[in-house]
């Protein structure tokens, strides 16, 4: 099973910009990859995926504020989000999409507060 480990998570200001990172144990390019979330008493969700093609889809609630993107040479998959809200407040996840169980990391905190 590939190995996902997650990084970039913080403490941002409502309308803040972080960028995540997922670095992958071996070569990802032939899978579509996700970005998850998960809040606090909530189920996690899916917020961004990537197909092996590139072709990106968002959940309605980040459309236009998040980006997710893949360095296939570096087997690496990228969130940039913009114009963070604190609803956004969650610790995010990279995982293929669909999930493998067995591939879900430690996750990445992002707290978005004043």
């Known amino acids: 099973q590939v190995q996902l480990v997650e990084s970039g998570g913080g403490l941002v200001q409502p309308g803040g910009s972080l960028r995540l990172s997922c670095a992958a144990s071996?070569?990802?390019?032939?899978?579509?990859m996700g970005w998850y979330r998960q809040a606090p008493g909530k189920q996690r969700e899916l917020v961004a995926r990537i197909t092996a093609g590139g072709t990106t889809n968002y959940a309605d609630s980040v459309k236009g504020r998040f980006t997710i993107s893949g360095d296939n040479a570096k087997n690496t998959v990228f969130l940039q989000m913009n114009s963070l809200k604190p609803e956004d407040t969650a610790v995010y996840y990279c995982?293929?999409?669909?999930?493998?169980?067995?591939?879900w990391g430690q996750g990445t905190q992002v707290t978005v507060s004043s």
């Open positions: 995982n293929l999409a669909p999930p493998r169980t067995a591939s």
């Open positions: 071996r070569n990802i390019k032939l899978y579509a």
